[in-house]
């Protein structure tokens, strides 16, 4: 053998070495996922990405001895680089952050969410504003935000509250995101729907509500989630909404809401009555927002999700892999 031939082996052996580093950065970077953020079986775990447990066993271990997982999962590699390029180009998005869908259909929120608090602790300027809205996303956004200490931040509740406090009412998750930003926090006083239109005007021109909703364009950073009209929408399941309404939303072409504003699929206005009863900022308040982050994820807010996006009401996108492969299809 030749000194070329000999240099080319070594080349080759290099790069196909520096392939499978990839190939295992991005793997355990799932299985830290599921392992650490779902809680997880090891077994589990190996059947669902369908590789030993063994392999398993070993990249946890490796994770834990590199720091690749501390407190959090740090890791410089995206297990999802292709989907995140490919939304960003289909889109227009300034950045997509793909995180990996729960084994067996579970919740998406907590998995969303984490990378969504994380997302804002970095982001998020020092010191700075932030609007958000209601859900169990943002609850558990609110559960991974780096806490920070020194005041000056501002947190500001983009809608109003719920009558009976839940472990996603509104004003809850707020107070938990102010508490982790050492932030002080602006609250819509009334309810997250008024009884008519009429009551709503008179809620959103109120001294105290519209103080606060004056801040919407001066926010620093929008985190939004979004409630889909499927028939396992927590807006159904937490009596957001009955079944009456929910049917009349979808006969008007809903497919859901972001901040109370109910889209089409093509991301327009529906014309409900419910949608005129919401207190909330004007849709022209919220696109003001410089940097708008959507964090939603499940199929079953695929539709939602795409409407936001036509509707301008993301900048960032966080969701999780199933939903990012629907929307590339």
Known sequence: MDRATGSLDVLDRANKQENENAADSALMARICWHYFKEGQTQDAIA???????????????????????QITINSQVSAFGAL?????????????????SPIENGDARPIVGAAAGHYVSEHLPEPGTLGINWGGTINA????????????????????????STRINPYDNAA??????????????????????????????SEPVQRVLAMVPHLDMALLAAVDLSE???????????RNVWRSLLDAGAVGDICG????????????????????PPLQELLKIPQIVLA?????????????????????????EQVARALLE
């Open 261 to 280: 504003h109910y889209l089409d699929a093509e991301g327009r206005l529906i014309g409900h009555e419910l949608a005129v009863r919401v207190v909330n």
């Open 176 to 205: 938990v995101v102010a508490r982790a930003l050492d932030a002080v926090c602006y609250y819509v006083t009334a309810p997250m729907f008024a009884d008519t239109a009429a009551l709503r005007d008179a809620l959103v021109a």
């Open 232 to 242: 396992t929408s927590k807006a159904l399941e937490y009596g957001l909404i009955d």
């Open 141 to 164: 956004a609110a559960q991974n935000l780096r806490r920070r200490a020194g005041g000056g931040n501002r947190v500001v509740l983009l809608c109003g509250g719920l009558a009976e």
């Open 47 to 69: 059947q669902h990405l369908q590789v030993t447990r063994k392999r398993v066993n070993r990249l946890l271990a490796e994770a834990r001895d590199t720091g690749f997982v």
């Open 84 to 100: 995140e390029s490919g939304l960003v180009e289909r889109f227009g998005l300034r950045r997509a952050i793909v995180v990996p």
């Open 296 to 320: 939603a994820g499940g199929l079953q807010k695929l539709a939602i999700i795409r409407a936001g996006i036509r509707a301008k009401l993301c900048h960032v996108l966080i969701t999780d």
